[in-house]
């Protein structure tokens, strides 16, 4: 069988209308048969190479055109293939209605068999192209804000004095906790699963984006903060929630949902006590109990402009005596599973 050439699936309970409707397309088009119902829906579910067009008989035994027509239409990818019905009865309406994309009446008139057929091969592959255009375009953009996501996160870290490495670093630590997660099973590993892993490492880095809204003589202070001024900073977690909510509202996924979490809540503590909202335990979403731990695991290990870097022994031992009051204790534990991988990170990331 040529795989170039358009495949139709001719489905009729009576033999010589598959044979009579083959005469007239085979010339041009790859035919398939069907003589019954039950038959088309196995082809069509078992096959591996979907056929572009079906000829539908109306009038069949155990199961009739209507039914195959709604088992199509329940699933994503036959609800794609575009269906012609074939009826000696008055049903084109219905048959419309039903999802059909035309008809044909019998008995067949040759050329208008091939003029349908040919109208209707021409409409799906040119609304096949304008979907993958559109396909293509949305991809594209979701890139573009991507990247003028990240290369914001950038900005505020070399605002902040640091070298911009900090994004990248917190971004590759995100990832070995979140690989070991998924690893390892159990409930984090599923809730993982679910919740598009990949887009929660990619947005990582845009956790402190809110800090664009922190005054510098606060953000680059070199002492430590009076209450009022750490009020103020504690805000840029609520100040990054409402950047991100203005791009949701203009169009949510996965990737916009985490990014929202991990910029309002990576600051939440596992007892209740963090900010700004006082979540607690699971209430607090799992991408930002995750960005709790590497931010600062990070931020330890790492010189600012306000304190020199810890060791790493020293910076993990900080996290496990967070764990179950700052931290999420699953997490802290997974850390310890990857710990040799955070100070290769650390050194070289």
């Known amino acids: 069988m040529n795989d170039a050439l358009t495949r139709i699936l001719v489905v009729d309970d009576i033999e010589t209308n598959r044979i009579i409707l083959k005469e007239i397309l085979s010339d041009t088009y790859e035919i398939e048969q069907a003589q019954n119902g039950i038959e088309a829906i196995s082809n069509l579910v078992n096959s591996s190479i979907k056929p572009n067009l079906i000829l539908l008989d109306v009038m069949m035994p155990e199961l009739d055109g209507f039914g195959v027509i709604s088992f199509m239409k329940a699933d994503p990818v036959l609800n794609k293939i575009p269906v012609i019905f074939i009826t000696a009865s008055n049903q084109e309406i219905q048959g419309l209605r039903a999802g059909a994309m035309d008809y044909i009446s019998k008995p067949f008139e040759p050329e208008i068999v091939r003029l349908r057929v040919a109208n209707q091969i021409e409409l799906t592959q040119y609304r096949e192209k304008l979907e993958g255009l559109v396909d293509q375009k949305a991809n594209e953009l979701l890139v573009t804000r991507e990247h003028f996501l990240d290369t914001m996160a950038n900005l505020i ?8 490495q900090h994004v990248k670093r917190t971004r590759e630590l995100a990832r070995l906790l979140v690989l070991q997660l998924l690893r390892s099973g159990g409930p984090y590993g599923k809730e993982l699963q679910e919740n598009a892993p990949t887009a929660l490492v990619k947005a990582v880095p845009l956790h402190d984006i809110g800090k664009i809204g922190i005054p510098d003589n606060i953000l680059l202070k070199p002492g430590r903060l009076n209450k009022e001024e750490f009020q103020i900073i504690e805000s840029h977690s609520i100040i990054g929630g409402k950047v991100i909510q203005s791009l949701i509202e203009v169009g949510e996924d996965e990737y916009l949902k985490h990014c929202y979490n991990i910029c309002r809540y990576h600051h939440e503590r596992w007892d209740g006590r963090g900010y700004p909202d006082k979540l607690k335990g699971a209430e607090i979403p799992l991408s930002a109990r995750i960005v709790a731990v590497v931010d600062v695991y990070d931020a330890l290990v790492s010189e600012r402009c306000y304190k020199k870097a810890i060791p790493h022994k020293d910076a993990v031992s900080i996290i496990k005596e967070g764990s179950g009051n700052q931290f999420d204790p ?11 991988k955070f100070i290769e990170c650390a050194r070289n990331c």
């Open 157 to 164: 870290e070399y605002r902040s004095l640091e070298s911009g």
């Open 330 to 340: 699953k997490i802290v534990e997974t850390l310890l599973e990857v710990e040799d």
